[in-house]
Nanobody, 123 residues
Framework: QVQLIESGGGLVQPGGSLRLSCAASGFTLAYGVTTWFRQAPGKEREGVICISQDGYSTHYTYSVKGRFTISRDNAKNTVYLQMNSLNPEDTAVYYC????????????????WGQGTQVTVSS
């Protein structure tokens, strides 16, 4: 049984920062690929940023480049999303998803998903 649990979402002012966590059980994140997705109301779910098995990150959403950083703590079996310089357009439900693989590849299928955590950027 695989479980991914996101945490760290909440309300933040524009320009602020937030750190999301994705804690896994039943699956070793260091043996696979983890991607943060997000979905805003009325919009399609989009991949934001991915971390490969060897720890290399790939940005899928251009607007977050330079502001969002993905990392992994293998000892804690947890992937993080550090979000800086947040703006209202970042408001969305953020999901982490994982698969057993080596490289970050666009449009890949993910068998394991978290429930999501709400991020709201507003003044």
């Amino acid at each position: 049984q695989v479980q991914l649990i996101e945490s760290g979402g909440g309300l933040v002012q524009p320009g602020g920062s937030l750190r999301l966590s994705c804690a896994a059980s039943g699956f070793t994140l260091a043996y696979g690929v983890t991607t943060w997705f997000r979905q805003a109301p009325g919009k399609e779910r989009e991949g934001v940023i991915c971390i490969s098995q060897d720890g290399y990150s790939t940005h899928y959403t251009y607007s977050v480049k330079g502001r969002f950083t993905i990392s992994r703590d293998n000892a804690k079996n947890t992937v993080y999303l550090q979000m800086n310089s947040l703006n209202p357009e970042d408001t969305a439900v953020y999901y982490c998803a994982a698969r057993r693989d080596v490289l970050c590849e666009a449009n890949s299928q993910y068998p394991y998903w978290g429930q999501g955590t709400q991020v709201t950027v507003s003044s």
